[in-house]
Nanobody, 116 residues
Framework: QVQLVESGGGLVQPGGSLRLSCATSRSSFSVYAMGWYRQAPGKQREWVAVISSGGTTTYADSVKGRFTISRDNAKNTVYLQMDSLKPEDTAVYYC??????????WGQGTQVTVSA
């Protein structure tokens, strides 16, 4: 079992920035692909960004150029730097750890609200 703990959410004005963190105590963190997903009220959960075990990053079109995913394997932590935030980015953001598609774990989520 992999426990993931997200932090860094909050209330921010449009155009502002937040950095989300997702930490685990799992020593094999480096072998997992790590992703961020989000779920807005009344909508399905959607994929935001992923970083492979080798450091390759991929982004949803809606956040490309504004969000940056990164990982620090020494700290067993993945980050999501969110810049130029928009009201439509408001959602609960979830961290996911995936190993070869056969193991998948989720954090509890952290709320991000973008509002003036």
């Amino acid at each position: 079992q992999v426990q993931l703990v997200e932090s860094g959410g909050g209330l921010v004005q449009p155009g502002g920035s937040l950095r989300l963190s997702c930490a685990t105590s799992r020593s094999s963190f480096s072998v997992y692909a790590m992703g961020w997903y989000r779920q807005a009220p009344g909508k399905q959960r959607e994929w935001v960004a992923v970083i492979s075990s080798g450091g390759t990053t991929t982004y949803a079109d809606s956040v490309k150029g504004r969000f940056t995913i990164s990982r620090d394997n020494a700290k067993n932590t993945v980050y999501l730097q969110m810049d130029s935030l928009k009201p439509e980015d408001t959602a609960v953001y979830y961290c996911n750890a995936n190993y070869l598609g056969v193991q998948s774990y989720w954090g509890q989520g952290t709320q991000v609200t973008v509002s003036a």
